[in-house]
C-alpha cells in the first residue's frame, strides 16, 4: 500500500505534491484558501500551485480570455477580450459600424499600441470606435515619419543632390524647414536654392 496523501499544508515541494491524484475541486480549494486564481482548468490550478512553490503568487489567471472573448460588448476591455486586427474582430466591427468591408485605420492601430504599453485596461470597443470616427484624441498616427521617408528618398533621387557630401544631413536640414512651414512636406529641387545659404557647407 502506498502512503495516505498528506495535508497540503504539509507538502514541502512541488514534486512532492505532484506525486499525488488531486481532483480539480481539491486544486480549487487549496488556490482559494491561499489567496490564488482559483476560478479556472484543472491543468492551470496545478501551474498556479507550482509557481506557488517557486514563491510566485498568481492572483489573476489571464489565460482565460478564451471564454471572456465569446461575449463582446461596447463596454468590454481590450486588453480582457484577446482583441487583435483580425477577421473575427473586423465582423464585429463592421456589423457595430454598418462599414463592409471593415478596415482599421492607423490611429485605431497607434491607439492599440498605446493601450498595450500602458496597460490600459480600462479602454473598450466604444473607445476604439471613437478613434474610428475621429471623436476622440486618445491617439493620432503620426504620419511625419511617412513623409520624412519619402522626402529623403525624393532627395537622393534628385541628380543634384549628388553635388552635396552629406546627403543625410542635407536632406535634414531642408526637411526641418519644410516640415516648420505651411507648405506641402514634399521634396522639390527649388528647396536647393531657397535654403543654400543653409547648406553650402556641404557643397562637394
Known amino acids: 500500500m502506498g502512503k495516505s496523501r498528506p495535508d497540503f499544508k504539509d507538502i514541502k515541494s512541488f514534486e512532492e505534491f505532484n506525486r499525488y491524484y488531486w481532483y480539480r475541486e481539491e486544486l480549487s480549494q487549496i488556490c482559494k484558501s491561499l489567496g490564488l486564481e482559483y476560478r479556472c482548468t484543472k491543468q492551470e490550478l496545478t501551474q498556479i500551485i507550482e509557481q506557488y512553490f517557486k514563491g510566485d503568487r498568481v492572483e489573476k489567471y489571464l489565460k482565460r480570455n478564451k471564454k471572456q472573448t465569446e461575449v463582446i460588448t461596447l463596454d468590454t476591455s481590450l486588453l480582457e477580450c484577446g482583441f487583435s486586427f483580425n477577421l473575427k474582430f473586423r465582423d464585429y466591427f463592421s456589423a457595430v459600424t ?96 531657397e535654403y543654400a545659404y543653409k547648406i553650402e557647407d556641404y557643397r562637394k
Open 98 to 193: 454598418g462599414v463592409n468591408p471593415f478596415k482599421f485605420n492607423a490611429d485605431m492601430a497607434t491607439a492599440w499600441r498605446k493601450v498595450k504599453m500602458e496597460n490600459n485596461i480600462n479602454f473598450t470597443i466604444r473607445d476604439m470606435i471613437k478613434i474610428y470616427y475621429g471623436e476622440s484624441d486618445y491617439a493620432k498616427y503620426d504620419n511625419s515619419v511617412c513623409q520624412w521617408n519619402q522626402f529623403l528618398k525624393d532627395f537622393c533621387l534628385d541628380e543634384f543632390s549628388d553635388y552635396y557630401s552629406n546627403k543625410l544631413k542635407v536632406a535634414a536640414i531642408l526637411w526641418k524647414e519644410v516640415r516648420d512651414s505651411t507648405n506641402k512636406k514634399i521634396y522639390s529641387r527649388e528647396l536647393l536654392s
